[in-house]
């Protein structure tokens, strides 16, 4: 018996009257907005950057609220994890993206490599990176850049 499953015309115009209407950017922003932040959450913020569980630290280097001073606090993390996190949040200072780019941790350099908003000079550094899968990905980021411009004029 197959598993594949075959629909007449019928019941695919069914199903596509059935289906529902897509959302347009702005209703989705709208319908899952997230609340604001408040001075409530900075401070569960600023307790769980204190815990011993990396994971929980990971959390709060992914927020996209974390304070100014726990981002550079978590910059330093003794945990490669933590600051690998770090290295992917988009609304991380270019100096710490920098100071992330000379981490010792290859996995935390990769993810500063494919971060939109990591400023040239740190990605030239990346370049010429020892690791060859951060070279790697600096090439790729490099290549997909390229490929996003050609769409553009051909356009």
């Known amino acids: 018996m197959s598993c594949i499953r075959f629909n007449t015309p ?10 529902p209407a897509l959302r347009t950017r702005e209703e989705v922003e709208r319908h899952y ?8 959450k900075i401070r569960r913020l600023r307790l769980l950057a204190e815990s011993d569980n990396p994971k929980i630290r990971e959390r ?10 726990l981002v550079e606090r978590l910059a330093k993390d003794p945990d ?5 996190t770090l290295a992917r949040n988009e ?6 993206l920098r100071d992330l780019a000379r981490d010792e941790s290859e996995t935390v350099r990769g993810f500063v490599a494919i971060n939109y908003f990591v400023p040239e000079d740190a ?3 990346l370049a010429d990176d020892v690791s060859p899968v951060v070279r790697g990905l ?3 980021k490099a290549q997909l850049a390229e490929e996003s411009a050609q769409e553009l004029v051909e356009a």
């Not at 019928?10 to 289906?19: C, K, N, P, V, W």
């Not at 907005?33 to 409530?40: H, Q």
């Not at 709060?60 to 001073?69: E, G, I, N, S």
């Open 33 to 40: 907005r997230s609340p604001a932040m408040t001075e409530s």
């Open 91 to 96: 609304t991380v200072s270019c100096d710490i």
């Open 10 to 19: 019928a019941q695919r115009l069914q199903m596509a009257a059935d289906a």
């Open 80 to 84: 490669a994890g933590v600051r690998a």
């Open 60 to 69: 709060v280097a992914a927020d996209y609220h974390t304070p100014l001073d």
């Open 138 to 140: 600096v090439a790729w």
């Open 123 to 125: 990605m030239a550094d």
